[in-house]
């Protein structure tokens, strides 16, 4: 969805073609992939990290554009709500001190971005749902001035036929409609990228399936949602409302929803761009002028932009990514589990552990998904997504076991022999991994914290109203966010 798109009406006309262009991306792929033309001889990672936006009554600023502006740095660029905006890091290797480097610069770069916020009235906030946010705050006038979103929405609503109903069931309970696709923006979050060659990437991607769920309970961050306490990732189940383009009656066939777990492990990359074609109808189809084949033929490197575009309408948790640099073809498996923050320390400990665990998953003798059913690794899925760090998961070989002893016994060892497989210094990938290890004896993530900071507040000032003590846990968090020290060391109370 980063692709720009004009405000445009499309006829059928233009579906038909679209889908004659998808399959032809679709066939050119296959040929690329048998040909071995991708980028792969040095693996790099990527990171992209949402925000929100918030005014000096931590309540939504909606600003984005003023904000953007003020930064004037292209790594920023616009998100869906007016109260978000992203940066892109610059893709590099793991090796060496490489994580410490990246924590110096983008420390830097937002600690800039915040005082140019300032500038115009706006603070930058890193956390996985702004506890502030009110059914008001998520209409059509809160979606960013971009033709794409306002399309997006069109499109959304023109297959659904009907307003989304969200309904949420947690700790408490929310029932609601809207008649926008603006609740999506309620969900901020880090995406971690990894390049892998076609080979690998089946491996790769069962590799972070299988730990999905592992990651939602150690890297919760989204409790709050509309005033109400529901899941510890709520940004998970609202996600997958905000954006489903089906009526009841088509779920209960069983058509799939565009934010998609998946339903089977996979034995390459093809499997997953064939399903995206095969499942799912086009919601922009907008065609280029490129004639992939005949780009193939004469030796040059395909954009296959329509099934890049289309990629990126079907919201998979990992999600498959073809992109070209500089003339050459890479694939990137995309992890969109986490939520963004607590500190930007927190999230390249997150980083660690994923790329760590990853590449020692993949590189076992027995895969581990041949040992673990696809629904158990959804029902772990879901279970961090609910219960966060106090989450019970199963892994073979243990049964179902508290996410916390799973990760200190069993997976911990294993992301450090992977950081070590990808060149990581000893020092860089003991303090990161040592914060993972602190999280899980301190029973602390940034959803944890907010819950009982919350609940201290709520308990000691009352009468006070429920928005109000929201709005001093956030202010009490962006405060300790700004000081890096990672979530499992912050004070509740």
Known sequence: MGEEVESQDFSRTDRQRYREKLRLCLDVFARMLSESKFDFERPLTGLEIEFNLVDDHVD????????????????????????????????????G??????????????NAAEQHARSVGAHIV???????????????????????????????????????????????????????????????????HLQVSPQDYA?????????????????????????KELWRETRVALFEQATDTRPQELKEQGVRPRVWFGERWITSVFDQFEENVRYFPALLPVCEDEDPAAVLARGDTPKLSEL??????????????????????????????????????DVLANGAFYYGLVRALVEEDRPLWSQMSFPAAFDNFETGARRGIDAHLYWPGLGEVPATELVLRRLLPMAHEGLAAWGVDTPVRERLLGIIERRCTTHQNGAEWQARTFHQIDERRQPLDRRDSLREMLRRYIELMHSNEPVHAWPVG
């Not at 554009?65 to 109260?83: C, R, Y």
């Not at 502030?132 to 036929?161: C, H, I, M, W």
């Not at 592992?214 to 919760?220: D, E, F, K, R």
């Not at 309408?313 to 070209?324: F, I, K, M, S």
Request: hydrophobic share 45%.
């Open 203 to 227: 491996r790769t991607w069962n590799a972070a399936q299988c730990i999905a769920g592992v990651q939602l309970a150690l890297g919760a961050n989204s409790p709050f949602l509309f005033g």
């Open 308 to 345: 890049r575009m289309h990629n990126g309408t079907v919201y998979r948790w990992n999600r498959p990514v073809y992109d070209v640099f500089r003339g050459r073809p890479h694939l990137r498996v995309e992890n969109r589990i986490l939520p963004a923050g607590p500190t930007v320390v």
């Open 97 to 110: 001190s490489a994580a410490d480097e990246l924590e110096t610069e983008l420390r830097a770069s937002l």
């Open 126 to 192: 890193m956390i996985g749902m702004l506890p502030t946010l009110t059914p008001a705050d998520l209409t059509g006038e809160a979606l960013s001035a971009n033709p794409r979103y306002k399309l997006l929405n069109e499109q959304v609503f023109a297959a659904r036929g009907e307003d989304l109903y969200i309904n949420i069931d947690g700790v408490e309970r929310l029932s609601t409609h809207a008649d926008t696709i603006a609740p999506e923006a309620a969900c901020t979050s880090v995406q971690f």
């Open 60 to 95: 939504p600023a909606m600003r984005n554009a003023d904000v953007l502006a003020a930064i004037a740095d292209p790594d920023f660029q616009t998100e869906l709500g007016q109260f978000n905006i992203e940066v892109n890091v610059p893709p590099r290797s793991l090796v």
